[in-house]
């Protein structure tokens, strides 16, 4: 029985006017929001599938699709906190993560205190164990022409 596990996750959204923008659990004042079914947190999205991944889940368009009314719009948050409490039902938790986003605007390190505040209590861990960390694209690809935001995330899972 493997009582430690290490997760990947990578999520992508594209820019787009009129919409919030929300990234680590927090609203962060943009000119653009990110599109999508949910709120688009790309952050979030990324440790939902970088979790369920490390406990051999499937992924979080499996549990959460994208296609169902039931999660139109809805706040990630809830479905963090909804895989940690899936992967717990085969008896696992988690150990830390380290998220990296990657944006040209906004800038996002004055924002990584309050996503460690936010994330830290869904998770189950300390601010301590949520490392996050912000890069640009050096104005290359999507990212560069600020078309999207995308998010990677590894995970350490452990079972007692």
């Not at 979790?51 to 889940?57: I, K, Q």
């Not at 050096?138 to 899972?157: D, K, N, P, Q």
Request: charged share 20%.
């Amino acid at each position: 029985m493997n009582n430690i596990r290490v997760g990947m996750g990578f999520d992508v959204h594209r820019l787009v006017p009129d919409r919030q923008l929300w990234l680590g659990g927090i609203s962060i004042k943009h000119s653009l929001g990110l599109l999508g079914h949910s709120d688009a947190d790309v952050l979030i999205h990324a440790l939902c599938d970088a979790l369920l991944g490390a406990a051999n889940m499937r992924d979080i368009g499996y549990h959460f699709p994208d296609n169902s009314s039931e999660f139109a719009g809805i706040d990630s948050k809830i479905l963090l906190q909804r895989t940690v409490e899936l992967i717990a039902t085969k008896g696992y938790r988690v150990g830390n993560v380290d998220c990296t986003v990657c944006a040209e605007r906004p800038k996002l390190n004055p924002h990584i205190p309050a996503m460690q505040k936010v994330l830290a209590p869904l998770l189950g861990v300390e601010e301590d164990a949520v490392s996050i960390k912000a890069t640009t694209t050096e104005r290359l690809g999507f990212t560069g022409r600020e078309e999207g935001i995308s998010a990677y995330a590894t995970v350490l899972i452990l079972r007692d």
